[in-house]
């Protein structure tokens, strides 16, 4: 698997938990869990071209923290 293909495969496993946690309770871990996936994706975000990796919209607007 290449970087980038990986990177891809990431961004998609983050978004995915990420939707699942939004349907639950919110707690101080999944607060924390949703957290740390967030400021994963905003990373990756500021490295790469937004709309090369499915991240072309504002992270923290869509996954209220």
Not at 31 to 60: R, W
């Amino acid at each position: 698997m290449k970087c980038e293909q990986f990177i891809t495969y990431l961004i998609d496993l983050i978004i995915t938990a990420l939707e699942e946690l939004n349907s639950e309770p919110i707690n101080d871990f999944i607060h924390g869990e949703m957290t740390a996936y967030v400021d994963v994706l905003e990373q990756i975000q500021a490295h790469q071209k937004p709309s090369a990796n499915k991240l072309d919209f504002v992270i923290c607007n869509k996954y209220k923290i």
